[in-house]
């Protein structure tokens, strides 16, 4: 009962979310929000690709690609030096990394500005990129870390007695056994780039570097907004994640448990 009730209260938003979607701007303000469309129509989801949808969405999935990479490039070589080194450093280091879930990313908006701009990198989406990965490195350095404990110490030392060296043990090992909490921040970390507004909107500024969530903003005029073809862009623009959550929910979550349980 619980969870049909669950389901309803989901289910009745995107309804009406998808039925407005299919309205005309005339019917959507005649009839309101919740009234049955007169006509269906598909203008809404044609016209969204005539303000520079396209543009916009090849640049969001260069931004999320490339916040993906990062932080798996750094996230997973960080985890392992933190699980597998003695080094006081290093444990300072992971501490540094627990600081970084306290920081909101609002009050470095500021300096992240001043880097960006002194490094002639803004109005780039890898300004954007930049500031995206290191605010989702804290928690995927958690998330993994915590996975990588999960290793018993004979496999460790097994790998040690063949030989290995450590890239060789992180390579063939560690990563292997820790897909789910790879999964984990990879579809994290894609969330936060995808659906990432603040970033965007300090350090770009042409039309040419715009992403899907400053894209919405076509749609808000002087003398008002078109609600039909705002929500049209919004479906569209959350499709592909919601695609790649769907595929990769059960990472998701496993990853999320293993940390809860810690």
């Known amino acids: 009962m619980i969870a049909l009730l669950w389901l309803v209260i989901v289910a009745v938003p995107l309804l009406v979310l998808f039925g407005?979607?299919?309205?005309?701007?005339?019917?959507?303000?005649?009839?309101?929000?919740?009234?049955?469309?007169?006509?269906?129509?598909?203008?809404?989801?044609l016209s969204v690709f005539d303000k520079g949808f396209a543009t916009a969405l090849g640049n969001t999935v260069m931004v999320t690609a490339g916040t993906v990479a990062l932080v798996m490039v750094t996230a997973i070589p960080a985890a392992y030096a933190i699980v597998r080194s003695p080094s006081r450093i290093v444990s300072s280091g992971f501490r540094m990394f627990l600081l970084g879930l306290a920081i909101p990313m609002q009050v470095t908006v500021v300096p992240i500005y001043l880097v960006i701009t002194r490094l002639h990198l803004y109005d780039s989406l890898l300004a954007v990129v930049l500031p995206t990965a290191a605010f989702s490195l804290p928690v995927s350095v958690l998330i993994l870390a915590s996975a990588m404990r999960d290793v018993s110490e004979e496999v460790y030392e097994a790998m040690a007695l063949d030989g290995a060296n450590s890239w060789r043990v992180l390579l063939n090992l560690v990563v292997p056994m820790s897909t789910s909490a790879i999964s984990t921040i990879g579809i994290y970390s894609a969330l936060q780039a995808w659906n990432g507004f603040l970033f965007p909107?300090?350090?770009?500024?042409?039309?040419?570097?715009?992403?899907?969530?400053?894209?919405?903003?076509?749609?808000?005029?002087?003398?008002?907004?078109?609600?039909?073809?705002?929500?049209?862009?919004?479906?569209l623009s959350g499709l592909p994640i919601f695609i790649a959550y769907l595929f990769a929910r059960r990472a998701l979550t496993s990853g999320l448990m293993g940390v809860g349980g810690k």
């Open 201 to 235: 909107l300090v350090l770009t500024q042409s039309a040419e570097q715009r992403v899907l969530t400053l894209s919405l903003w076509e749609y808000q005029t002087q003398f008002g907004i078109n609600v039909p073809g705002l929500l049209a862009a919004v479906v």
């Open 20 to 45: 407005a979607t299919l309205r005309t701007q005339d019917d959507y303000l005649d009839n309101g929000p919740l009234a049955v469309p007169d006509a269906v129509t598909a203008d809404n989801y």
